[in-house]
Structures are given as structure tokens and as C-alpha cells.
């Protein structure tokens, strides 16, 4: 069965960091895409970014753009989401996603459609 376990999350307060972590297990490949999306209350779903396992761009929004970064860990199917200089618009519930079909990450990464398994979400909330 393939899971996605996500741990991290909280609060932090405003131009603060937060490190979230995904792992993926229950699946046999090797390569895929990977990110997260985001979805705040009275906002629609938006996703925030992307990567290919086993070696590619990464992909991010506009928003996170030069603020947000992810690093892997191929060995563990790890996949970790660093938020830096967080925003009010920033809060959140952060959810893992992956295809797992062997896929790249192509021009519609940022598409919900496009990632068949979906982690449980984890808060993020920013204090002023």
C-alpha cells in the first residue's frame, strides 16, 4: 500500500523557517515526481512545487519563489520542503504529493490531477 507520511509543520512567526518532510513507501519505482501543494481556508488549492526523483528542476510558484527550496534523500524516498522568510500568506495546510508512475515532472506539475497519492497534510501557521 503506498503512503506518504509528512511530519514537520506548526507555527513560526513571521520572517521565520519551518522544515517540513515527506516520506513515500508501498511503491517499486525509483524515478517520479514529487512536491507539495498548499491550501488555505477561502482559497482555492495551489500548488507550490515539484521535483523529478532521481534527478531534474525543480519546479515552484511564483510565490515561493526564491523563499521556498526542497531537498531529497533518494535513499529514504524523502522529500523535504524548506520554507524560509514566511509569510501571513503562507498559512496553510501543506500536503505531500507524488505520481509514482515513473514520470517527470512536466508543464502541469502544478496541477492536482496530475498526483495520484496525497499525504495527510500538516499545518502551517505565521504569527505577526
Known amino acids: 500500500q503506498v503512503q506518504l507520511v509528512q511530519s514537520g509543520g506548526g507555527s513560526v512567526q513571521a520572517g521565520g523557517s519551518m522544515k517540513l518532510s515527506c516520506a513515500a513507501s508501498?511503491?517499486?519505482?525509483?524515478?517520479?515526481?514529487m512536491g507539495w501543494f498548499r491550501h488555505a481556508t477561502g482559497k482555492e488549492r495551489e500548488g507550490g512545487a515539484a521535483?523529478?526523483?532521481?534527478?531534474?528542476?525543480?519546479y515552484y510558484v511564483n510565490s515561493v519563489k526564491g523563499r521556498f527550496t526542497m531537498s531529497q534523500d533518494n535513499a529514504k524516498n524523502a522529500l523535504f520542503p524548506q520554507m524560509n522568510s514566511l509569510k501571513a500568506e503562507d498559512i496553510a495546510m501543506y500536503y505531500c504529493?507524488?505520481?509514482?508512475?515513473?514520470?517527470?515532472?512536466?508543464?502541469?506539475?502544478?496541477?492536482?490531477?496530475?498526483?495520484?497519492?496525497w499525504g495527510q497534510g500538516t499545518q502551517v501557521t505565521v504569527s505577526s
Open positions: 521535483v523529478y526523483i532521481g534527478g531534474g528542476r525543480q
Open positions: 508501498g511503491y517499486t519505482y525509483s524515478n517520479y515526481c
Open positions: 504529493v507524488a505520481d509514482l508512475a515513473g514520470r517527470r515532472c512536466g508543464g502541469s506539475w502544478w496541477r492536482a490531477y496530475e498526483y495520484k497519492y
